[in-house]
Nanobody, 127 residues
Framework: QVQLVESGGGLVQAGGSLRLSCAAS????????MAWFRQAPGKEREFVAR????????DYTDSVKGRFTISRDNAKNTMYLQMNSLKPEDTAVYYC????????????????????WGQGTQVTVSS
């Protein structure tokens, strides 16, 4: 079993920055890939970014490339999402997720791939 707890959300003006954290427990943290998803009101949950167990490989959805950076500190069992140049369309509840499949197997941007989820943290970007 894996427990995930997000933090760091809040209200920020457009152009501002936030850093989200996801603290993990319950398994060897460095053994698995992790991901961030987000869900805006009335919309489906969408993939934002993912990172391999070692932290050496990352993937991003096109809309956040160049603005968001995913990282992890395996010594602290924590994953991060640094969000810069935030836009109102980034407003959503952000969720972290833990992957149990091999990193290069399957489609990684679908929520159903991930077995463990945090409770989410709200990010609101005002215009």
């Amino acid at each position: 079993q894996v427990q995930l707890v997000e933090s760091g959300g809040g209200l920020v003006q457009a152009g501002g920055s936030l850093r989200l954290s996801c603290a993990a427990s319950g398994r060897t943290f460095s053994s698995g890939a992790m991901a961030w998803f987000r869900q805006a009101p009335g919309k489906e949950r969408e993939f934002v970014a993912r990172i391999s167990g070692s932290g050496g490989t990352t993937d991003y959805t096109d809309s956040v490339k160049g603005r968001f950076t995913i990282s992890r500190d395996n010594a602290k069992n924590t994953m991060y999402l640094q969000m810069n140049s935030l836009k109102p369309e980034d407003t959503a509840v952000y969720y972290c997720a833990a992957d149990t499949l091999p990193f290069y197997i399957g489609t990684y941007n679908r929520p159903r791939r991930y077995d463990y989820w945090g409770q989410g943290t709200q990010v609101t970007v005002s215009s």
